[in-house]
């Protein structure tokens, strides 16, 4: 079992910067791919960025692509999402997930086992 919590959100202003934290304890990390993923009230939950606890790739949606930065400190067990030149688009809840895979990172959000409880990020323009 993993646990995961986040923290850090709140709200903002077009332009700005964010950064959230995901706390993560429980099993071993080796194999766990630690994602990012958000839901806009009415629209499914898509995939923002991910990282593997090992070795560190990481990949993004087109959407964050240069303006958001995955990360992962291993010795406190935290995975972290650097958000930059924030849009209104931005607006959702986001939560922090995990999925059990030796290789490769999957950007389906039914694959990941593990998730957070969510936490809000508002861009006001």
């Known amino acids: 079992q993993v646990q995961l919590v986040e923290s850090g959100g709140g709200l903002v202003q077009v332009g700005d910067s964010l950064s959230l934290s995901c706390a993560a304890s429980?099993?071993?990390?080796?194999?766990?791919?630690m994602g990012w993923f958000r839901q806009a009230p009415g629209k499914e939950r898509e995939f923002v960025a991910a990282?593997?606890?090992?070795?560190?790739?990481?990949v993004y949606a087109d959407s964050v692509k240069g303006r958001f930065t995955i990360s992962r400190d291993t010795a406190k067990n935290t995975v972290y999402l650097q958000m930059n030149s924030l849009k209104p688009e931005d607006t959702a809840v986001y939560y922090c997930?995990?999925?059990?895979?030796?290789?490769?990172?999957?950007?389906?959000?039914?694959?990941?086992?593990?998730w957070g409880q969510g936490i809000q990020v508002t861009v006001s323009s």
């Open positions: 997930a995990g999925d059990w895979r030796v290789v490769g990172i999957s950007k389906t959000s039914t694959d990941y086992n593990y």
């Open positions: 429980g099993r071993t990390f080796s194999n766990l791919v």
């Open positions: 990282i593997r606890w090992s070795g560190a790739s990481t």
